[in-house]
């Protein structure tokens, strides 16, 4: 038995739960051991058990991957899917980088929400994942490499529980309980990587050091150990610093280098991206010394870092997609409801007084607009004259991106309203009269 006793217990709690086990099932040696244990245990504990094939397209052996782990699933009674996803090689991405964040992408959308992801990397893919790690300079929360159990950006949980076994431990299993599994052709190929480690690197420092391993897995435990008193501190100096996520930089340049160093990668944490290099965590600190009315940015990984007067915002590439996109949402009379671009959706109530604003005329068409130019010329119910819309989102503080995402309502081309911040004379309703009052509501 490969799994140890506390990992047993793990599976006892899970069986009184509705949660899945789902086993990313790739058709090699270490997954179809895992896959054998799990089956294993179902028969002394009952839980629910599913696997998960991720078919890369690859390999001219692709296809008879997917199969060989339909029919073992099959042959064990267990529920299977198989999910096909295609890759895109970006500047400066290695493929396995890109792989392997498919991969889990799949694993994340195709799996029940209450559903824990098992994984089945062990203690020489953690050896593995440090010396790359040690390669590319990182700090100690890099260098604590795989963690047992992790959290995934949504919310489900991903456990490895074979992380304290070695290769040799898992071929040995297989040999005595006669698996079958397939091999990858590619693991042959050195130019990758792990590969290269594995095949050329790790089998020298092994025989020159047997213990070499072990010495490695107390190194990342106390790394881990390092990074999480780091977390500790950074989550006092981010009560001073940070606000709706929102870094404040008055506050955050009066301390000292390393402390500001911890916690811009604890801030950047919380968006799940992969954390900056050195040379891009030196750019971020370089742009909040940057002129008041200057608006730099830092491109990373999966979205920007953008300043804005005395604060750095962090932006998703999801939200700089929507904000590259014109939405505009035309509707004949009055609608229920109008979907928002964010995929919320704004209701109209109508009400007898206290009203938010006015009925539209018959001849009005009613629409939801974005990326209104600055230029635009409104009078909101709190001011006496008409401004810009630059000069009425500088006086709120608003930065400019954030000011592309507010829709604003309008009745033919006379805006009615800025979603979330006012309405505009034209547009509003007596307290004594009927009207309409305008709730958003949760996404669609």
């Not at 038995?1 to 709690?13: F, H, I, Y």
């Not at 795989?146 to 529980?161: A, T």
């Not at 590969?195 to 690197?201: A, E, M, T």
Request: glycine share 4%.
């Amino acid at each position: 038995m490969l799994l140890d006793s506390a990992w047993c217990e793990k599976l006892t709690d899970l069986s009184n739960t509705d949660k899945t086990l789902t086993l990313a099932l790739s058709g090699g040696l270490d997954s179809c051991v895992l896959l054998h244990q799990l089956v294993e245990l179902r028969r002394k504990i009952s839980f629910k058990l599913a696997a998960i094939h991720v078919n890369h397209n690859l390999s001219d052996n692709a296809a008879h991957w997917q199969q060989f782990c339909e029919e073992i699933c099959h042959q064990y009674q267990v529920s299977f899917q198989s999910i096909n996803v295609s890759l895109k090689l970006k500047s400066r991405q290695s493929l396995e980088e890109v792989a392997r964040d498919a991969r889990y992408q799949a694993l994340m959308e195709h799996s029940p929400k209450q559903a824990i992801l098992a994984t089945a990397q062990h203690q020489d893919d953690q050896v593995e994942t440090f010396l790359i790690r040690l390669k590319r300079g990182s700090g100690v929360k890099g260098l604590a490499a795989m963690q047992d159990v992790s959290h995934l950006p949504n919310g489900q949980i991903l456990w490895r529980p074979l992380l304290k076994c070695s290769r040799n431990e898992i071929e040995q299993y297989a040999k005595q309980h006669q698996l079958t599994w397939v091999e990858d052709e590619s693991n042959q190929d050195d130019q990758f990587d792990r590969n290269f480690l594995r095949n050329q690197v790790l089998p020298l420092l092994n025989l020159r050091w047997p213990k070499f391993n072990d010495c490695v897995a107390r190194t990342t435990a106390l790394c881990n150990e390092s990074n999480l008193l780091a977390d500790d501190i950074a989550q006092i100096d981010a009560n001073q610093c940070i606000t709706a996520q929102k870094l404040k930089l008055v506050e955050f340049l009066q301390l000292a280098p390393h402390r500001q160093n911890n916690l811009l990668r604890y801030w950047l944490a919380e968006f799940n991206i992969n954390l900056p290099s050195q040379k891009l965590t030196e750019e971020i600190i370089q742009m909040c010394s940057a002129k008041a009315d200057a608006q730099p940015k830092v491109c990373l990984h999966g979205g920007e870092i953008r300043r804005y007067r005395s604060e750095l915002y962090f932006l998703s590439a999801r939200y700089l997609h929507f904000l590259a996109t014109f939405n505009t949402h035309i509707v004949n009379g009055l609608p229920n409801y109008i979907p928002l671009a964010d995929g919320r959706k704004l209701k109209f109530i109508n009400v007898e007084t206290h009203a938010d604003v006015r009925h539209p005329e018959e001849h009005e068409a009613v629409s939801i607009r974005y990326q209104i130019p600055s230029s635009f010329e409104c009078q909101p119910v709190f001011r006496r004259h008409k401004r810009s819309l630059k000069k009425l989102w500088q006086e709120q503080n608003i930065p400019p991106w954030l000011r592309d995402k507010i829709p604003y309502l309008f009745y033919g081309d006379e805006m009615i309203a800025a979603l979330g911040y006012w309405v505009n004379q034209n547009g509003a309703a007596s307290k004594e009269t009927k009207g309409l009052l305008l709730k958003t509501c949760a996404k669609l």
